[in-house]
């Protein structure tokens, strides 16, 4: 774990975040709020094209939890029965767009407390529907985030809720609403977990990891 980053650094380490991609956005398929929950429900432990794939076809027709209740477990089931743990999703699913239905008028509560309190929905997830749906400044630490930010040392921590925390409290307020995106999209693609593609990587100058690839 990289000693957390001083204030200058991760100024400039966000500015050439926000200078190379300005608008960055998640790459889950939704069409609103709701099918955006249900895809980052379905996204846990499995990749985003592999949930894109069965919720581009799923979402054409089933986009409200008033369709997804008439859809049913066994229907959402056999649609999304690529994902892992599909079965367990289905009926989290089916749970939570019956209380969305029941107690909030079929819409997406804007609360953390609230999106937690769904069947399937972590904090993880709440945050990110807050993020992306609401612009509410809040961190989803996955693991490219948990990876990036203690091996840059952009945001250090031993576990997600604190590495979540020292983004809050270090990076500098104006880029918080897109340093999720920033850091998943850099954690992805370029820091990755294995071999990292540090000869390519636009803050190689400024992350202090002794074991940098050429
Ligand atoms: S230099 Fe390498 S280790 Fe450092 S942030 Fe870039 S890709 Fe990751």
């Known amino acids: 774990m990289a000693r957390q980053m001083d204030y200058q650094t991760i100024r400039e380490v966000f500015s050439r975040f926000q200078a190379s991609e300005p608008a960055p956005k998640g790459e889950l398929h939704h069409t609103n709020a709701y099918t955006l929950l249900v895809a980052v429900a379905l996204s846990a432990q499995a990749t985003d094209a592999g949930v894109n794939k069965a919720t581009r076809p799923l979402f054409e027709t089933v986009d409200t939890p008033q369709k997804m209740l008439e859809l049913g477990e066994a229907g959402l089931t056999e649609a999304i029965r690529t994902i892992g743990l599909f079965r367990q999703k289905a009926r989290n699913v089916i749970r ?99 071999k990292p593609k540090c000869a390519a990587c636009i803050i190689r100058d400024l992350c202090p990891y002794e074991e940098k690839s050429t």
């Open 96 to 194: 939570m767009s019956k209380i969305l239905v029941d107690e909030y008028d079929g819409q997406v509560p804007s609360s953390r407390a609230a999106l937690q309190a769904l069947p399937g929905v972590g904090r993880k997830t709440a945050n990110v529907v807050l993020n992306i749906w609401f612009h509410h400044p809040a961190q989803a630490v996955d693991t490219h985030i948990f990876r990036v930010g203690n091996r840059t040392g952009i945001a250090a921590g031993k576990d997600v809720l604190a590495v979540e925390r020292a983004i809050e409290d270090n990076v500098p307020v104006e880029f918080q609403q897109h340093a999720h995106h920033w850091l998943i999209l850099h954690g992805r693609y370029i820091c990755t977990s294995r």
